[in-house]
């Protein structure tokens, strides 16, 4: 079975930085759009951002200008790099990608990694 492992998470002080990887366990046929989502106890998961498979980018209002998502196709990979970060963005962060495994299923299927947790705190 396919996982997407995601890496990076931890404890940065407010106005630091941090980098957030995503690979999977296994490969896929085609995989469409990539994105970080993040949640915090009692709310629902909010998507942070997400990139296109040609690179089109969509950012939450609230990250815009301090989050940048990319990815490496080659490489199966997606990531988020963080700056600036507020105690507000503290969150368990996920990945997910939409994506099929064969050329004979048209269907593309939501993938979700376990969370990495990302505490911002002084």
């Known amino acids: 079975q396919v996982q997407l492992v995601e890496s990076g998470g931890g404890l940065v002080q407010p106005g630091g930085s941090l980098t957030l990887s995503c690979t999977s366990s296994?490969?896929?046929?085609?995989?469409?759009?990539m994105g970080w989502f993040r949640q915090t106890p009692g709310k629902e998961r909010e998507l942070v951002a997400d990139i296109s498979r040609g690179g089109s980018t969509n950012y939450a209002d609230s990250v815009k200008g301090r989050f940048t998502i990319s990815r490496d196709n080659a490489k199966n990979t997606v990531y988020l790099q963080m700056n600036s970060l507020k105690p507000e963005d503290t969150a368990v962060y996920y990945c997910?990608?939409?994506?099929?495994?064969?050329?004979?299923?048209?269907?593309?299927?939501?993938?979700w990694g376990q969370g990495t947790q990302v505490t911002v705190s002084s």
């Open positions: 296994g490969s896929f046929y085609d995989i469409n759009v």
């Open positions: 997910n990608w939409k994506a099929r495994r064969s050329a004979y299923n048209p269907v593309f299927i939501n993938y």
